[in-house]
């Protein structure tokens, strides 16, 4: 067992270890994490003895921070991956340390040995500011008035463990909230892009994010949204475009719970896409983003008021909050797919029914964020109420999408389809010099090939040399 590992070199080293915050908090809660982080606090010099720890246990090692005294370490075992954080005492003796934590839950701790024994060790919690009463309470509570002063981190912090437990933020510890929110621009956005990531993963999010907007913290993430306050638009809805993203992604949340039974579309959801970041927080930033792009892209022409090309901008907007969030590329190409892609599924609803043609180019240019696309199209359109909306139109969406959906995965089954030619074969056979005019022509002759239209290496030759600009003077 790696905590009696731990234990044994602390040992024989005759140094204390303490168990301390989220980890005996999750056991209290009977709440398991997939990828266990766990946190121990040291009299002094953690850091030499974690670096030391690593090499026994053949553990990954780094100093998170090296004026404060603290290290992590990374373990796999048996197909889990364990966090392990040491930490010197920020304050004269253990006590003292737990004061300087962020919220009362948090500021619990026990003797490893004690952990160790089998036995209960509720009764045996180092706890000092009483955080079994409020975990029995529900409460989130701040350790001490000065905590946001120490770490404004714990602004977002507050609202993270809220979403997570459930539980109410306390009346003081929100009006301190309040007082120190602006704070929170001091930090990292790696920090505040977790905890917010954290407040995602939540089944009812919105609530969350909503309360984070009217206290105006959000802005201080995404400062963009300040533009969309206000924004009216149009007869077809009934909020303007700021309320609209927040209804949007209650409205997903909504969706979501309606497909919790679809295995395939829970496992799609489900996926790691980086780090401890699902499909399905991500998906619901895209939701909330969808509609950024609108208060640039508003004209007015004549009676009517339009957004024409919204859905780019907002594209290119989305890259920019990706890059100040430090996302990876993989959840860059995913956001700017929704947000680019997201009014693709309406447009196909509209018709008596989408063509094989349109479902072939849509699925090629979403890819695998295709089904995403569809979920936040079934949310954006409930979202969206206003006088001129009708409910046959949302009836014909809804079906049309269910459909798109279940296309999706049978796609996914089927097997890829061969190309009749390849570019080196195009480029002999037509004299054709490496291009962007290349693919362009192989794209054409795969939607010809997929759907049916050409099925001979032969007939994509002849499709091929059609596709070929025109020589001038001819």
């Known amino acids: 067992m790696l905590l009696a590992d731990v234990f044994a070199f602390g040992q024989k080293r005759k140094v204390k270890l303490y168990l301390v915050g989220g980890f005996l908090r999750d056991i209290i809660l009977k709440r398991q994490k997939r990828e266990p982080d766990i946190d121990f606090a040291i009299k002094n010099n953690a850091i030499a003895f974690g670096r030391k720890l690593a090499k026994q246990i053949k553990a990954g090692f780094v100093v998170l921070d090296k ?165 009216y638009q149009g007869p077809y809805h009934h909020l303007d475009v700021l309320k609209h993203s927040f209804e949007t992604l209650r409205q997903l949340e909504k969706v979501l719970q309606e497909h919790a039974k679809n295995q395939e579309v829970d496992i799609y959801l489900n996926k790691y896409i980086a780090a401890s970041r699902q499909r399905r927080q991500l998906l619901k930033l895209g939701a909330f983003l969808h509609d950024i792009g609108k208060p640039d892209a508003k004209r007015r022409v004549g009676k009517k008021t339009i957004f024409h090309g919204h859905e780019r901008i907002g594209s290119s907007i989305t890259k920019e909050i990706v890059k100040r969030l430090k996302l990876s590329n993989d959840e860059l190409f995913a956001l700017q797919k929704m947000v680019f892609l997201h009014l693709r599924p309406g447009y196909m609803a509209d018709n008596a029914g989408p063509s094989q043609r349109a479902k072939f180019r849509f699925f090629r240019d979403a890819g695998v964020e295709a089904t995403s696309i569809f979920l936040l199209s079934l949310a954006d359109q409930r979202s969206t109420c206003g006088r001129l909306t009708t409910k046959k139109s949302h009836l014909k969406h809804e079906k049309a999408v269910a459909g798109l959906i279940k296309e999706y995965f049978v796609k996914l089954k089927e097997k890829k389809i061969i190309r009749l030619v390849n570019g080196d074969q195009l480029m002999a056979r037509l004299g054709l010099k490496p291009g962007p005019l290349v693919g362009k022509i192989l794209a054409e002759i795969d939607e010809l090939q997929a759907l049916g239209k050409v099925k001979t290496p032969a007939e994509a030759f002849s499709a091929a040399s059609k596709l070929l600009p025109k020589k001038k003077g001819r």
């Not at 004061?99 to 952990?115: G, M």
């Not at 919690?125 to 009483?130: H, Q, R």
């Not at 954290?198 to 609530?207: E, F, M, T």
């Open 67 to 231: 004026e404060h005294g603290c290290c992590r370490l990374v373990k796999k075992l048996n197909q889990t991956i364990y966090t392990l954080d040491f930490t010197d005492f920020r304050g004269k003796d253990l006590k003292d340390d737990l004061s300087h934590r962020d919220f009362t839950i948090n500021c619990l701790a026990l003797d490893l040995k004690d952990a160790l024994d089998g036995k209960d060790f509720t009764s045996r919690l180092i706890d000092p500011l009483a955080g079994q009463k409020d975990l029995k309470a529900g409460l989130v509570k701040v350790a001490k008035s000065s905590a946001f002063d120490e770490d404004p981190l714990r602004v977002l912090r507050a609202f993270s463990l809220s979403a997570a437990f459930n539980f109410k933020i306390e009346k003081k510890t929100l009006a301190l909230v309040k007082k120190k929110a602006r704070k929170l621009s001091a930090v990292s956005f790696e920090r505040i892009r977790d905890e917010l990531f954290k407040i995602l993963a939540c089944p009812d999010s919105c609530r969350f994010i909503v309360k984070l907007g009217q206290l105006k913290i959000l802005p201080l993430i995404v400062p963009e949204i300040e533009k969309m306050r206000g924004v």
